[in-house]
C-alpha cells in the first residue's frame, strides 16, 4: 500500500530512563518481579470468572430453572413467552454488556500494573 | 431453464462474481508471506470483526437455525445464544493473551508455550481433523442449496464453493480474504433482514396472528427451552451450552484472525464488536422460524433446512416474493463460501507449516507455494468427501465439530494461558483423551441413528462429559510430571499478560 511514512528521529530531550527496576525486576525473574506478575495475573482471572460467574448465574441457569419450574415455560409477557424474550432477544444486549465491562475492568487492571512498574523506578 | 430458477441462479452468480472480485481487488494488498497468513497484523478493529461475523456465521446459522427453531422450538435458541457466548468466553479468558503470544496458528502457541515439538505434531492434527469435519457440511449443504435454488446436481455446490475458495485463497491469502470476508457478513446480514422486514409486514397485514398459540400441535413444548425427555433433556441442554461456549475459542478457523489483531487490546475491542455484529444477526433466524410456524408448517416436519429459502415464496407472491428468494438464497451461498474459505486457510496455514513447507528430498516449497498446496490439499479432501459421501447429516457435524474442539483445545488455550504448571506430557494426555473420547462419540453418532436412551445422549452430546476428562487429564498429569514445566514458562506468561504499553523484554 501507498502510505506516507514519517521518518523521525528519537526525541531530543528525554529524561534518562535507564533505570526501569519495575519491569527489570520481571525481566530478570527475581522474585520481586514474579510478585507483580502473580498480582496481575490473578486481577485479570478473578475479573475473568467474575463475569463468567455472571454468565453462569444469569443464563446458564436457565435450563435447570425451566426443568425444576415447568410452569415458566406458560409465562408470558404480553403475547410473547417469557422464554424467547429472554433467550431470543434479552440475552444478546446483556452479552454486549457483559462483554463491555470486562474490557473496562481488564484495560483498568493493565493501566495500574504499567503504573505500578514503572512508579517504582522513581 | 423454468423461471422457479431464476432468482437463485442470477444470486449465485452475483455472488461468486462480487467474492472473486473483491478478492481480487485484495490481491494487490498481499505481497509477503506474513500477508498471506496474518494479513501483516494491521487489520483494524471494525473490519476485523466484521471478517470474523462473515467468516463464522455458516449454513448452519444461516438455515439451520431456524430451520430447528421451527421443528423443535425454543430450545434450538441455545444454538445462536451459544454460538454467541462463545465469543465473551473467549473474550475474557483468551483473546488478548492468545494475541499477545504472537504465534501464528494454534500449533504455533502449543509449541511456543511449551516446546516440544510432539504436541505442535498433535495439535496440527487436530486442526486439520476440526477443520475438515467443519468443511465437510459446508461443501454439502452448498450441494443441497443449489439443488433446491437451481436444480442442479449435488456435486455442483461443493465443486463451485471449492473452485471459488482455492481461486481466492490461493492467490491473496489472508490479506484478501479479508475484506471477502468483511463483505460477506454485511451480506448475510441484510439478505436475512430485508426478506424478514418485508415478510414482517406482511404477517401484520395477516392480523398478526401469534406463532406459539393455536398452529400446530405443542404449543408449551416450542415455547420450553430445553430438551424433551426430563433428565435426559436437561443434560443435552447444558451439553450443547458447553459445546458451544467452550467449543468456540478452539475453532481453527476463529482463532487464526486473533493472530490479525495489531495487539492485545485490538483483540479485545474485536472480539466486542464481534459480540455486537452476531448478537444483531441471530436475532432474525428466530423471527423465520417463528414465521414457518404459521406460513409452512408442512416444513417441520420434511426439510425444514430449506424454510429460510422458501419463506419468502410462501408468503410473497410474485416479483417481489421471486426477488427475495434470489436474496436469502445469495446469503445461504455467501455463507457456505465465508465459512469454507476461514476453514481453508486455517488448515492451509497448519498444512503448510507442518507439511507442504517440508523439505521433500532436496527440494523444498518457498512460503507462499507451501501455503497454496496446503489450500490445495485442504480444500479438495472434504469436496471430495462431500461429493463421495453426501448423507451425512449437516447441522449434526458442525455440532460435534464444536464438541470436539471445546474437548481438545479450550483445555489447552486455558490452561496453557492462566496455569503455570502445563508440561507437554500433560498437554499431550489431555488432547488425547478429549481427542479421542469426543472423535469415538463423533463416530459412532455418525453411524448409527439411533438417538434415545442414555447410551445414544452421552455420546451423541459429549461435551458435558468429554471437556470435563480432558481438563482434568491435563491437570493431573501435568502434577505427575511436575519436574518437566518448560523453564521458560514463566517469561511466555509475562508476555501473555503483560500490556504492550509495559516495556518488557518480549523475547
Known sequence: MRERVRVTGPPRRRAPTTHRSGTREIDAGTELGRVYMESLLGEQLRLALRILGLLAATVGILPLAFHLVPGLAEVRLGPMPLSWLLLGFLVYPWMLTLGWLYIRRSEANERDFATLVEEVER | ?507
Open chain 2, 1 to 507: 431453464m423454468s423461471t422457479e430458477v431464476v432468482p437463485g441462479f442470477v444470486a449465485v452468480v452475483l455472488v461468486t462474481v462480487a467474492t472473486l472480485a473483491i478478492g481480487t481487488w485484495g490481491l494487490r494488498f498481499s505481497r509477503t508471506t506474513s500477508d498471506f497468513f496474518v494479513a501483516s497484523r494491521t487489520v483494524r478493529p471494525g473490519l476485523n470483526a466484521s471478517a470474523i461475523g462473515g467468516e463464522y456465521l455458516s449454513a448452519a446459522s444461516f438455515l439451520g437455525v431456524a430451520g430447528l427453531v421451527l421443528t423443535f422450538g425454543a430450545d434450538m435458541l441455545w444454538y445462536p445464544v451459544g454460538w454467541t457466548a462463545g465469543y465473551l468466553v473467549l473474550l475474557v479468558l483468551v483473546a488478548a493473551p492468545l494475541r499477545r503470544s504472537g504465534a501464528y496458528t494454534l500449533p504455533d502457541f502449543a509449541e511456543a508455550r511449551l516446546g516440544s515439538r510432539g504436541v505442535r505434531a498433535l495439535c496440527s492434527v487436530l486442526v486439520v481433523a476440526i477443520g475438515w469435519l467443519y468443511l465437510l457440511p459446508q461443501f454439502q449443504g452448498a450441494g443441497l442449496t443449489l439443488q433446491a435454488a437451481i436444480d442442479a446436481p449435488t456435486w455442483v455446490g461443493p465443486l463451485v464453493v471449492a473452485a471459488v475458495v482455492l481461486i481466492n485463497v490461493g492467490s491473496g491469502g489472508m490479506r484478501s480474504i479479508t475484506f471477502v470476508q468483511a463483505f460477506q457478513y454485511w451480506l448475510k446480514l441484510t439478505a436475512l433482514l430485508l426478506p424478514a422486514c418485508v415478510l414482517l409486514a406482511v404477517w401484520a397485514g395477516d392480523g398478526a396472528p401469534n406463532p406459539t398459540m393455536g398452529a400446530g400441535a405443542g404449543a408449551d413444548y416450542w415455547s420450553l427451552p430445553l430438551g424433551e425427555g426430563g433428565a435426559q433433556g436437561l443434560y443435552v441442554t447444558y451439553s450443547l451450552i458447553v459445546a458451544t461456549f467452550l467449543g468456540t475459542m478452539g475453532l481453527p478457523h476463529v482463532v487464526v484472525r486473533f493472530y490479525t489483531n495489531p495487539d492485545g487490546r485490538a483483540a479485545r475491542r474485536t472480539t466486542l464488536v464481534v459480540l455486537a455484529l452476531l448478537g444483531a444477526f441471530y436475532l432474525l433466524p428466530p423471527v423465520y422460524g417463528a414465521l414457518g410456524r404459521i406460513y409452512a408448517t408442512d416444513l417441520a416436519t420434511a426439510g425444514s433446512d430449506a424454510l429460510v429459502l422458501e419463506l419468502p415464496r410462501l408468503m410473497v407472491d410474485g416479483i417481489l416474493g421471486e426477488v427475495l428468494t434470489g436474496l436469502v438464497t445469495a446469503g445461504a451461498f455467501a455463507a457456505f463460501l465465508s465459512t469454507s474459505s476461514g476453514l481453508s486457510i486455517a488448515v492451509a496455514g497448519v498444512l503448510s507449516q507442518d507439511v507442504t513447507g517440508r523439505r521433500f528430498g532436496t527440494h523444498r516449497l518457498s512460503g507462499i507455494a507451501a501455503f497454496r498446496a496446503g489450500a490445495v490439499i485442504a480444500v479438495v479432501v472434504p469436496a471430495w468427501v462431500s461429493i463421495a459421501a453426501p448423507d451425512v447429516g449437516v447441522a449434526r457435524t458442525v455440532g460435534l465439530a464444536f464438541a470436539v474442539a471445546a474437548s481438545t483445545f479450550c483445555p489447552l488455550l486455558l490452561l496453557g494461558i492462566w496455569w503455570r504448571g502445563l508440561t507437554a506430557a500433560g498437554a499431550i494426555a489431555g488432547l488425547v483423551v478429549g481427542g479421542v473420547g469426543s472423535g469415538l462419540a463423533v463416530g459412532w453418532t455418525l453411524v448409527t441413528s439411533e438417538t434415545t436412551g442414555w447410551v445414544a445422549v452421552l455420546l451423541g452430546q459429549p461435551a458435558a462429559w468429554s471437556v470435563p476428562a480432558a481438563l482434568a487429564t491435563m491437570v493431573l498429569v501435568s502434577r505427575a510430571t511436575r519436574s518437566r514445566v518448560p523453564t521458560h514458562a514463566g517469561r511466555f506468561m509475562v508476555r501473555l499478560h503483560t500490556p504492550e504499553s509495559v516495556d518488557l523484554q518480549r523475547t
